[in-house]
């Protein structure tokens, strides 16, 4: 069975991956705020141990791998929908708590867990629990940054669950589910500006490109 530092690697990989930023060594260090070398020395163990495969540059997850990073990334996600909806932490707190809870979770309470919030298929933050992909709703998301003026969408994810930036969006009410109208798109990189219900924002590029969102009618 891996270690806690071994699952929080192999997880640190799956996230990465899944906001579909090219995994390396260099970025798993940033995520993982930690030093180069020793990101290098443990992934060279992970590879040794046939966890985790490297092509061009770039980090993968070998089966064996895929399979942990998935069983902790599901406990991580569970436990933020329960702190969410049963305790209702505060969803920018959810993902630090979470982090704790997803080492420590028997099979059984992971299970009872699931049952209590009738199989949900999304953390607070969008994020699908993996094992649901098939059941998640939205599928072909993109950043709000790339959203044309006059198209009204849906925030279906927020990428980078960071508490200053979750605090953020939420005190606008840019949560999953907030349906927008992009008013104008400023040119060289200027503001995206939104209508929510009966506000307007101007939300900087950056901010912008890590909502992720769907197309809605109407």
Not at 159 to 167: D, G, H, K, Y
Not at 194 to 204: H, N
Request: charged fraction near 25%.
């Amino acid at each position: 069975m891996p270690t806690i530092a071994v699952e929080e690697y192999l997880a640190a990989i799956y996230r990465l991956r899944q906001d579909e930023e090219p995994v390396t060594v260099a970025s798993l260090a940033r995520h993982l705020n930690l030093s180069h070398a020793s990101v290098s020395l443990m992934v060279k163990r992970l590879t040794e141990e046939g966890l985790v495969r490297r092509k061009d540059g770039c980090l993968h997850l070998a089966p064996e791998g895929e399979q942990w990073a998935e069983a902790v990334v599901r406990r991580h996600r569970l436990a933020e929908r329960f702190l969410a909806d049963v305790l209702h932490v505060p969803w920018d707190e959810v993902h630090g708590e979470a982090h704790r809870w997803e080492h420590v979770l028997s099979p059984a309470v992971e299970e009872r867990m699931d049952e209590l919030l009738a199989h949900p298929v999304a953390c607070p933050h969008g994020y699908p629990l993996p094992g649901r992909e098939d059941e998640y709703p939205a599928k072909e998301l993109r950043p709000l940054s790339a959203v044309q003026v006059g198209q009204r969408v849906v925030v279906v994810r927020v990428q980078r669950e960071e508490p200053a930036f979750l605090r953020y969006l939420a005190s606008l009410g840019l949560l999953p589910g907030a349906r927008l109208k992009v008013e104008e798109v400023a040119p060289f990189g200027g503001p995206v500006l939104v209508q929510l219900g009966p506000a307007r924002y101007a939300l900087g590029r950056e901010v912008a490109s890590r909502i992720l969102v769907q197309g809605v009618d109407g």
